[in-house]
């Protein structure tokens, strides 16, 4: 299997102090990854590297074979846009948009105003949000939140979730929902990357690794 991501010799430093230690890591295609590790270990700074919201400090990414270039602006947008889902640890809803406006951001970059309302209630429904697609962020508990913030991530058919605690707000019903979902992406091709703090949702991904002070930990 060939990588979708890699990241050779990564190291982010932030005032002073240097949060990721020459991080070597590939995410192979179709695979379900879990990282874990304590909290302030890396594992969120290393996850926006992989979705190129951030840059590394020094190293090398590379997406789908090719080194990404942190200068062309155009090309990561696109990247970002068409083949990366994120579902951030702290959902980052836009609190004036409706849950629908949500699921719908990322799609009308892709398809018509009308394809995207369909596709977007279709995955509110799935996610057993029906009825409350009109509510803003506000009107609707972290749970629901959080539901809305994956359909949106998974809403444009990406070649990869990376998911920043997905399940972290939600109650075990829920839970199983969203890793339902995810194991289903993961049957039909998409790349799954999970940080997760519960060692049992860990257990259920192909390959878990593991991140300690900065460092992946073998
Ligand atoms: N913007 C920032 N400015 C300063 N320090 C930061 C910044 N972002 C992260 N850090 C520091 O980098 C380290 C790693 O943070 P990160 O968010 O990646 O941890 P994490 O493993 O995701 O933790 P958690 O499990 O609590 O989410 C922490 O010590 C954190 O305080
Ligand atoms: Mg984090």
């Known amino acids: 299997m060939s990588p979708l991501i890699s990241l050779r ?3 982010k430093w932030i005032g002073g102090e240097q949060i990721l230690k020459d991080i070597d890591l590939d995410v192979f295609k179709g695979e379900f990854l ?3 590790g304590p909290s302030g270990s890396g594992k969120s700074s290393l996850l926006y590297i992989m979705g190129l919201l951030d840059r590394p400090s020094s190293g090398e990414v590379f997406f789908g074979g090719y080194r990404v270039d ?3 602006d155009r090309v990561i947008s696109e990247l970002r846009n068409r083949r990366i889902g994120f579902v951030f640890q702290f959902h980052y809803l836009i609190p004036e948009l409706t849950a629908l406006e949500n699921v719908m ?3 009308m970059k892709t398809v018509s105003r009308a ?3 369909r596709r977007a209630k279709d995955l509110l429904s799935l996610f057993g949000l029906k009825g409350k697609e009109h509510r803003k962020p506000y009107q609707l508990s972290g749970g629901e939140q959080q539901r809305v913030a994956v359909a949106r991530a998974v809403a444009n058919d990406p070649d990869v ?4 605690e997905p399940t972290g707000n939600l109650d075990s019903q829920n839970t199983e929902v969203v890793m339902d979902l995810l194991m289903d992406l993961k049957k039909r091709g998409t790349t799954i990357v999970m ?3 519960d060692f049992n949702l860990a257990s259920r991904a192909d390959r878990i690794v ?3 002070d900065g460092r992946i930990r073998s």
């Not at 979730?161 to 920043?164: N, S």
């Open 210 to 212: 593991e991140i300690v």
């Open 9 to 11: 010799k990564v190291s």
């Open 34 to 36: 879990s990282v874990v």
């Open 105 to 107: 951001v990322p799609l």
């Open 161 to 164: 979730i990376l998911a920043d």
């Open 70 to 72: 942190f200068s062309e």
């Open 195 to 197: 940080v997760t703090h």
């Open 115 to 117: 394809e995207a309302e």
